[in-house]
């Protein structure tokens, strides 16, 4: 017999550094999960990638119980790590902050592709051009497609 689900979490959380503090401790806590359970299995699973942050998807049950599914980084801050620029723009269509090849979009897209709702490589680098744009970073050349 199936559990019942009785909510779904979302947090994103440095890779390997889970504690009990907020937001991970109040989050939980409203829903009845042992939040020490969660920080040491999400620190195990995390260990290959510290001081990323990961998004998580936590589904807790009525029995109290919970599963969760930890996802690839969130595309602006592979756009961030590619470009070393520590933030975006915040005027995005007047300032620009970096510039990314059409090379450094499919790399992250191919990295992404598993999380997003699309297909096709093309319409992936698509969205992390658009991603990089409204951040003020620059998609340097001709579009491979």
């Known amino acids: ?29 409203a829903k009845g999960v042992n939040i ?7 620190n195990a ?19 109290k119980s919970f599963d969760f599914v930890i996802k ?26 970096g510039s990314i090849s059409w090379d450094q979009i499919r790399t992250i897209a191919e990295d992404k592709i598993v999380d997003m709702n699309c297909f096709t490589i093309e319409s992936a680098m698509r969205m992390v051009a658009g991603t990089a744009r409204s951040m003020g970073v620059t998609v340097a050349g001709d579009k491979p497609f």
């Open 1 to 29: 017999m199936a559990k019942e689900l009785s909510a779904i979490v979302k947090l994103q959380i440095k890779g390997g550094a889970a504690n009990p503090s907020p937001p991970i401790g109040p989050a939980l806590g």
């Open 36 to 42: 020490m359970e969660f920080c040491k299995q999400f």
């Open 45 to 63: 699973r995390t260990q290959d990638s510290p001081g990323k942050i990961l998004p998580v998807l936590i589904n807790v049950y009525t029995d």
């Open 72 to 97: 690839r980084p969130p595309v602006a801050v592979q756009i961030l790590e590619v470009t070393k620029i520590k933030a975006g723009s915040a005027t995005s269509n007047r300032k620009k902050v």
